[in-house]
């Protein structure tokens, strides 16, 4: 059951992106609001061009203008441009300290902001 509300705010954040709201990219944004609400990590994954970057900073939109003071904070990078340890992070084998990746620093960082506003 979609939450009708939110329905709405979806609605008017993919027109306000330039976007078509068909049924299917409106449910598919809802349905990652379900997840995200009973999930710590989701990875949304698909083909180039199946609209994934479009679903996540839609709903994020959405939920900004459902409630403006819970706008959601957003840290977007491209695991791809990386090598695996500077991503995740590695230890050093000479010294056995751990050096943290760019994945880590971010979730570090937004964890240690003190607001209860969604952090993506």
Not at 21 to 26: I, L, M
Not at 54 to 77: D, F, M, R
Not at 94 to 110: F, H, P, V, Y
Request: hydrophobic share 40%; with cysteine.
């Amino acid at each position: 059951m979609v939450d009708k509300n939110l329905a709405r705010f979806v609605t008017k954040a993919t027109e306000d992106s330039g976007l078509w709201p068909d049924v299917e990219f409106t449910l598919k944004v809802a349905q990652l609001d379900e997840l995200l609400a009973i999930r710590h990590c989701v990875f949304v994954m698909g083909l180039a061009g199946a609209g994934k970057s479009s679903c996540w900073k839609t709903l994020a939109q959405a939920l900004g203008n459902k409630e403006p003071q819970q706008k959601v904070c957003v840290a977007n990078l491209n695991p791809k441009v990386l090598p695996t340890e500077d991503l995740y992070g590695h230890i050093a084998l000479q010294t056995r300290e751990w050096k943290d990746g760019l994945l880590s620093s971010i979730m570090r960082a937004l964890g240690q902001i003190k607001d209860t506003k969604p952090k993506w």
